[in-house]
């Protein structure tokens, strides 16, 4: 409880200094030693949090009774997610905070890599990723504490997992009892309905007879492909009211001089408090759904042709997706104050309309006034006051002082409902590994899974299990082995406390049990020849020293059905296998009568960096590296996303044969991507691509070789499913027009291989998926 006390203080202590430094209150110098100080001890809290919790948890009943925040669980799932706060304060211009879970503030401490790379193009990958040209401060971190903050990650994330689940059946019930900050009279207090999943999966099914195997999957001959899920109905068109919004149809290279020619006609008093042309400037990067779009505001009843020196009003905004999907009006300005609150009536109905937000923010910032002092434009903040804009934070800019106004969105018909989220690439993979199955059902006979770094994920846990199972070392001795065991024991706890530990290790000579020198018909990882069995123990191998997968879960226990009932009631993974027959996988596996079962899945929404629409169906994508490989003949496309660490990978495949099928993409797209090198000059300026949906059903397959995989007395059974969307994202009418480049684009035509590339899997040179579009 008292650890508990402490590192909620901590995080307040870190709020005051975000407030003093959005005030200018404090020195810069000062800030940056108290925010180091801070967080390291809210670091060194948050680890006593976890580790007095995992104590009391221990304790059972009796330590969980004590009463207090630490008999609550939920408090360590909301540590995964109570300090993401810091990466949208003002203390993020001092530290490269992150924007997903991080609640030991590992990514603030981590620094360039200094070891090579293993794939040759990861340097020239890094040299495009956006945040490349930003240099931060490093939070030291010690050695020491990486055990203990891995191990209260793991805890942590053990929690949340339990936690997900209990609240999943009440998801609907949850979602009806949010509320919006409470408002003026008038203004539904309720917030929108959060989308549910478009059917829930039942509870874990009673299995009367698992020797019956009444309950199998699909015949397992044929991979089914799946028709793609519906696209969302497109929003109702908003009633504008008094002022209409038209696109400003300018290229991006022009742009800031029709900013400045409109500026020049706002009234000081109102141009003053808007944000400056710098800030909108270091937003027009971002080319892609979370971009920028740009809007005109003109009169209804006016019919003249509008631009920079004719439009009544300006909007700039963009969607935001931290913890919150929001939207944030960058710009907001009109020339004449009469039409302020018509104009953002108008700017409000049109983003709410068509923008996935559950809120509006808009800073107003201080300006100076002619006796020398800074404040805010009262007119302008009662004005966005009457239309239920509420005070939301403070910030600092360039040592400007400002203040956040948000404005959520209410019910129907106050606010329209929230659009769909429509992603322009979502990817969702799971695969169960089942062990040891008494079943005598006959499946079709594979070398491995499709997908060879989630088959490594499982076969790390699988052997992890089975280590944490295994007899303790001491049990394997003779009386006359233990009796010397316990010696060196008890000497070298004694050469510890009475500080002759190091003089005692020189004395030792190390001895280890002779391996077994029965024969064996062939070694554990031998794959015949078969090269994507061997890249999967390659890959399980290497990752037994390395951390897991980035955005794999996996995790493998004896009562495989409910790990997999648990884990399908994921609601990201339920929306994105919607129809690919994962409802049916617990029982199944129960039918299976399997040893124990492992479980891999990983679901990823991503937008493109940039991208430029062509028409419903088609779009194409800036290429941000292109390469060549040696063994391929056509040349490879990286594709930038909005996550910095993740690229797509495009690599065209006609006139290419893949000789073992389908099993062998994964395996055939690591080996060109290894012996990728960039190329100098890329003649191509973007790929063009047309919207795909690429959906595989659930289908069990017995891997024919067990022991290439390292699981040598066991039969091996893998049930996947897969879903795979791409396109241009939603629609943006406000883009700005992209600069001309040079070179014509590369028209990508069928088949081609669609690889995830995450910059974390450098160490084991592979990508995190790899699927073939035919």
């Not at 917030?191 to 699909?218: F, G």
């Not at 009234?267 to 005109?296: C, H, M, Q, V, Y």
């Not at 935001?320 to 929001?326: G, I, P, R």
Request: net charge negative; with cysteine; charged share 20%.
């Amino acid at each position: 409880v008292d650890a508990v006390a402490a590192r909620e203080a901590s995080i307040r202590r870190l709020k005051r200094l975000d407030e003093a430094n959005s005030q200018g209150k404090v020195d810069v110098g000062e800030v940056r030693r108290e925010l180091v100080d801070a967080l390291l001890h809210c670091r060194a809290l948050s680890l006593e949090v976890v580790e007095a919790f995992e104590t009391l948890r221990g304790a059972g009943d009796r330590g969980m009774g004590m009463g207090g925040p630490m008999t609550d669980p939920q408090y360590l799932v909301r540590m995964k997610d109570d300090t993401r706060w810091l990466v949208e304060s003002s203390l993020a211009e001092f530290l490269n905070f992150s924007t997903k879970t991080d609640p030991f503030f590992v990514v603030p401490s981590s620094k360039e890599p200094t070891s090579a790379p293993s794939n040759p193009m990861t340097p020239t990958l890094q040299a495009k990723r956006q945040s490349g040209n930003r240099r931060w401060a490093v939070l030291p971190l010690q050695a020491s504490l990486l055990r203990r903050i891995r191990k209260a990650e793991l805890q942590i994330m053990k929690e949340s997992v339990q936690a997900r689940l209990q609240e999943a059946a009440s998801f609907e019930g949850r979602a009806e009892s949010q509320k919006v900050v409470e408002e003026p009279k008038g203004f539904s207090h309720k917030p929108s309905p959060v989308p549910t999943p478009a059917a829930s999966l039942p509870a874990s099914p009673k299995v009367a007879d698992a020797k019956a195997e009444t309950l199998r999957l699909p015949p397992p001959e044929v991979i089914t492909s799946i028709a793609p899920r519906p696209k969302p109905k497109s929003p109702a068109e908003p009633e504008f009211g008094a002022f209409k919004l038209i696109p400003l149809n300018v290229e991006k290279s022009l742009v800031q001089g029709v900013f400045e020619e409109y500026i020049s006609r706002v009234p000081r008093r109102i141009a003053s408090g808007t944000e400056k042309w710098k800030a909108i400037n270091g937003a027009l990067a971002d080319e892609g759904p979370l971009g920028l779009e740009w809007f005109w505001l003109q009169r209804a009843d006016s019919t003249a042709s509008c631009g920079a020196g004719t439009a009544d009003g300006l909007a700039i905004f963009r969607v935001k997706k931290l913890t919150v999907h929001f939207g944030q009006l960058l710009h907001f300005s009109v020339v004449s104050m009469d039409g302020l609150k018509e104009a953002l009536e108008a700017v409000k109905a049109l983003m709410f309309a068509y923008l996935p937000i559950r809120s509006i923010r808009l800073t107003l910032w201080y300006a100076e006034e002619e006796d020398g002092s800074y404040n805010l434009n009262k007119d302008v903040e009662a004005v966005m006051k009457s239309l239920y804009f509420r005070w939301f934070q403070l910030t600092n800019s360039a040592g400007i002082r400002g203040q956040v106004m948000q404005r959520p969105r209410g019910e129907p018909p106050d606010d329209p409902a929230q659009p769909s989220d429509v992603p322009c690439i979502e990817l969702c993979l799971g695969q169960v590994w089942i062990r040891g199955s008494s079943s005598s059902s006959s499946y079709r006979q594979v070398s491995c899974a499709r997908n060879l770094a989630m088959a490594a994920s499982a076969l790390r846990s699988f052997w992890g299990k089975d280590d944490a199972e295994a007899p303790a070392p001491e049990s394997l001795l003779d009386a006359e082995a233990v009796a010397a065991w316990a010696v060196a024991k008890e000497g070298i706890i004694q050469g510890l406390l009475n500080g002759h530990l190091e003089q005692i290790l020189t004395t030792l000579k190390s001895a280890r049990f002779q391996a077994s020198t029965e024969s064996v018909d062939k070694p554990m990882g031998f794959s015949g020849g078969n090269k994507s069995a061997s890249l999967a123990y390659s890959l399980a191998k290497s990752l037994q020293a390395s951390a897991p997968l980035p955005e794999i879960l996996c995790q493998a226990v004896a009562d495989g059905a409910e790990l997999v009932r648990r884990g399908c009631s994921q609601e990201a993974l339920q929306q994105a296998c919607a129809g690919l027959g994962i409802e049916e996988l617990p029982a199944t596996i129960a039918a299976m009568g399997a040893k124990d079962a492992s479980f891999a899945r990983f679901v990823v929404t991503l937008e493109w960096q940039a991208v430029a629409y062509i028409d419903e169906s088609s779009f194409e994508v800036p290429i941000s590296v292109a390469g060549s490989c040696a063994s391929h003949p056509h040349p490879v496309f990286y594709l930038a996303t909005s996550e910095d660490d993740i690229f797509v990978v495009v690599i065209p495949w006609q006139g290419v044969a893949l000789a073992d099928g389908e099993e062998a993409v994964f395996a055939s797209c690591t080996e060109i991507l290894r012996g990728m090198q960039p190329m100098e000059q890329v003649p191509y300026s973007g790929v063009q691509l047309t919207n795909l949906d690429v959906r595989r059903a659930v289908n069990t397959s017995e891997i024919a070789d067990t022991a290439a995989l390292g699981v040598p007395s066991d039969r091996l059974h893998v049930a996947e499913f897969s879903s795979l969307s791409v396109s241009g994202g939603r629609i943006m009418p406000g883009q700005l027009k992209s600069n001309k480049n040079e070179g014509k684009p590369y028209a990508l035509q069928r088949p081609f291989a669609m690889c995830l590339w995450h910059a974390d899997m450098d160490e084991i040179n592979a990508p995190l998926s790899a699927i073939m579009v035919s």
